[in-house]
């Protein structure tokens, strides 16, 4: 059993900047696969970035690929993401997850590849 709890969401002006972070419970936080997702108003949650255990392969959506970094450090059980560039339509609630299973990278990209999850952080971009 792992818990997530993230942090960081505020409300930004158009073209700025946020950090997001996600710290988890547990011992085995390094064997998770982690992944950051969003949640527009009125919208189905999407994929927004994921990283493997090591920190060594990262996935983005190619909306914010380019823009947003998702990073982890496992000393700290915490990861990361770095928003940059923002948009209004960036405005969302982010919740990061952990993929406690290994699914293959193909699969990254779907909640049901997500076995724990946070309870959100607000976004908002103002234009």
């Known amino acids: 059993q792992v818990q997530l709890v993230e942090s960081g969401g505020e409300l930004v002006q158009a073209g700025g900047s946020l950090r997001l972070s996600c710290a988890a419970s547990?011992?085995?936080?390094?064997?998770?696969?982690m992944g950051w997702f969003r949640q527009a108003p009125g919208k189905e949650r999407e994929f927004v970035a994921a990283?493997?255990?090591?920190?060594?392969?990262?996935y983005y959506s190619a909306s914010v690929k380019g823009r947003f970094t998702i990073s982890r450090d496992n000393a700290k059980s915490t990861v990361y993401l770095q928003m940059n560039s923002l948009k209004p339509e960036d405005t969302a609630v982010y919740y990061c997850?952990?993929?406690?299973?290994?699914?293959?990278?193909?699969?990254?990209?779907?909640?049901?590849?997500?076995?724990?999850w946070g309870q959100g952080t607000q976004v908002t971009v103002s234009s």
């Open positions: 990283i493997s255990w090591s920190g060594s392969n990262t």
């Open positions: 997850a952990a993929d406690a299973d290994a699914r293959p990278a193909t699969q990254r990209a779907r909640l049901s590849s997500y076995d724990y």
């Open positions: 547990g011992r085995t936080f390094s064997r998770y696969i």
